[in-house]
């Protein structure tokens, strides 16, 4: 269950604003994404939120992963994305394939400021001995 979970917040994305609304675009690219960045897409979902007072908004992109998960939401309205990386790393290590698929969707939605997480997850705490 040890793996690396990515997280980036895109604030005044600069991209053709179609990638923000199109839900089929958007999961369409998601998916040569993951396969470009090395990893295995296993199912994916995509959901386009109705339209609010004759303003379109945004897209929630999900690709399951063998490894994990990609996940994408889009907020046209403040031209703002976040992303979600997460992948196992049982049986190999994914680091650098998560890497290049956060900086592979960061390159897409051209953001002008990102806020970057990264947090290790499933390590136990080490042992301390007992008496």
Do not use: K
């Amino acid at each position: 269950m040890q793996g690396l979970h990515l997280t980036a917040d895109l604030h005044d994305c600069q991209c053709d604003s179609a990638w923000l609304t199109d839900a089929s675009r958007l999961i369409e690219h998601c998916e040569c994404a993951v396969l470009r960045a090395g990893l295995q897409p296993v199912a994916r979902l995509a959901h386009a939120f109705p339209a609010v007072a004759g303003q379109p908004a945004g897209v929630t992109a999900t690709v399951l992963l063998a490894e994990s998960h990609l996940c994408v939401h889009t907020w046209p309205e403040q031209a703002a994305v976040t992303l979600d990386v997460y992948v196992c790393n049982f049986g190999g290590d994914h680091s650098a394939q998560a890497q290049a698929l956060l900086a592979g969707l960061m390159d897409l939605f051209i953001p002008r400021q990102v806020q970057r997480h990264s947090l290790q997850r499933g390590a136990l705490p080490a042992r301390v001995p007992g008496p």
